[in-house]
T-cell receptor
Framework: EDQVTQSPEALRLQEGESSSLNCSYTVSGLRGLFWYRQDPGKGPEFLFTLYSAGEEKEKERLKATLTKKESFLHITAPKPEDSATYLCAVQARDDKIIFGKGTRLHILP | SQTIHQWPATLVQPVGSPLSLECTVEGTSNPNLYWYRQAAGRGLQLLFYSVGIGQISSEVPQNLSASRPQDRQFILSSKKLLLSDSGFYLC??????????????FGDGTRLSIL
């Protein structure tokens, strides 16, 4: 069964304390893996697409990486405005998109 | 640039009343369109998707229906709301392409409360 698991469920960091969020997946024929940021009461905002193992994407303090079994979202020297829920989604060969439950990130000033 | 609009932002409805949520997309043609429901701790659940006018696919059996009367308009409806229909409803679009591994772009959602 296709599955996406994100860990941890929640993470509290001090401002400037770097860390990584994990997205583990089992899917038949990965077409793409997507990372989103979601602020409270808002829709998810697209961040990155990764298509194949070894691929990396960067945007400001965020860097996404992909292996054959998981993806990491690395956050370097985070700021309070990086606080949000980060969602991972994978698209399988049959075009179905499966979302993880997200990681709630809280950056303390 | 492309934009997606959803309305209303919040809605409080009594059990048994009808529902109509609307979503429109600007700046693109023939997009794929999606309706999701997001429940706390359960992630995003795909309800309906559409690859063209009048073409609707349902992912889960439920009390809801969807329609696409125009290329960039997607409507979520119900004839009689249930308490279990409460939730956060999100509309999304993606590029309609031969290789469909394109990201989805979301609206800001409708918070629906059923009393």
């Amino acid at each position: 069964e296709d599955q996406v698991t994100q860990s941890p469920e929640a993470l509290r960091l001090q401002e400037g304390e770097s860390s990584s969020l994990n997205c583990s997946y089992t899917v038949s024929g990965l077409r793409g893996l997507f990372w989103y940021r979601q602020d409270p009461g808002k829709g998810p905002e697209f961040l990155f697409t990764l298509y194949s193992a070894g691929e990396e994407k960067e945007k400001e303090r965020l860097k996404a990486t992909l292996t054959k079994k998981e993806s990491f979202l690395h956050i370097t020297a985070p700021k309070p405005e990086d606080s949000a829920t980060y969602l991972c989604a994978v698209q399988a060969r049959d075009d179905k998109i499966i979302f993880g439950k997200g990681t709630r990130l809280h950056i303390l000033p | 640039s492309q934009t997606i609009h959803q309305w209303p932002a919040t809605l409080v409805q009594p059990v048994g009343s009808p529902l109509s949520l609307e979503c429109t997309v600007e700046g693109t043609s023939n997009p794929n369109l999606y309706w999701y429901r997001q429940a706390a701790g359960r992630g995003l659940q795909l309800l309906f998707y559409s690859v063209g006018i009048g073409q609707i696919s349902s992912e889960v059996p439920q009390n809801l229906s969807a329609s696409r009367p125009q290329d960039r308009q997607f409507i979520l409806s119900s004839k009689k709301l249930l308490l279990s229909d409460s939730g956060f409803y999100l509309c999304a679009w993606s590029v309609h392409a031969a290789y469909s591994n394109q990201p989805q772009h979301f609206g800001d959602g409708t918070r629906l409360s059923i009393l």
